[in-house]
């Protein structure tokens, strides 16, 4: 369930009879979620911009409309409007936007894709890199593929040794080893070209 406190609807009702549209409300949903990149986009429509699938709650003077697809991303989440000194500030908190991890049942795959996701690609990305899970075999073996700045970088085998495979066999039970299934011949654009390092 989403909460709404009276000052974020005061303040979006202000907001609203500021644009006399009638109909006008507000449109609520997640961006890439489930993934680290999630984030929540609030925006005003009319009805003519809704679908007809969104969620409806009725607050005083407008409805807030959920995007269904969204709405698991976006329970319990809480939106408060907060007077500060420099101003009032929208404060949106989703606990559950990013997703969650899946549990310790969940099969070997999601497990490892999870971590690969949230904890190993945002590391690589700051090398403009990232993999993918090409995939994960009967006796726990993880064969991934380097993308971006990963693909044909000369550090590509001290990453996956020292940082992915040590990464992976800790957090997920089951994993016995990490292999690289790259043609790092056919990379582009490497962090570090494989002849410098």
């Known amino acids: 369930m989403i909460q709404l406190s009276e000052s974020a609807q005061a303040h979006f009702r202000r907001l609203i009879e500021r644009e006399a549209l009638p109909g006008l409300g ?8 489930g993934t680290p990149r999630a984030d929540v986009r609030l925006e005003f429509a009319e009805p003519g911009d809704l679908s007809g699938e969104e969620w409806a709650i009725d607050c005083e003077g407008f409805t807030l409309w959920v995007d269904p697809a969204s709405a698991p991303y976006l329970d ?3 939106i408060d409007y907060v007077q500060q000194p420099t101003g009032g500030a929208l404060q949106i908190r989703a606990p559950k936007i990013k997703g969650e991890a899946p549990a310790d049942t ?5 497990r490892v894709r999870w971590v690969v996701e949230h904890e190993v690609n945002p590391q690589l990305a700051q090398h403009r890199g990232h993999v993918s899970v090409q995939e994960v075999t009967a006796d726990g073996v993880v064969l991934l593929r380097f993308g971006g700045g ?3 970088c000369g550090m590509a085998d001290v990453t996956l040794k020292q940082g992915i ?6 957090r997920v039970p089951g994993v016995t080893a990490v292999r690289d299934a790259t043609d790092h011949a056919t990379g582009t654009a490497p962090y570090l070209p494989r002849d410098a390092a």
């Not at 507000?26 to 979620?33: D, G, N, P, Q, T």
């Not at 495979?165 to 800790?170: N, Q, V």
């Open 165 to 170: 495979e040590s990464t992976l066999m800790t």
């Open 106 to 110: 969940a099969s070997l795959v999601e």
């Open 150 to 152: 990963c693909h044909g």
């Open 26 to 33: 507000v449109r609520l949903s997640a961006v890439h979620a």
């Open 76 to 78: 319990a989440a809480e």
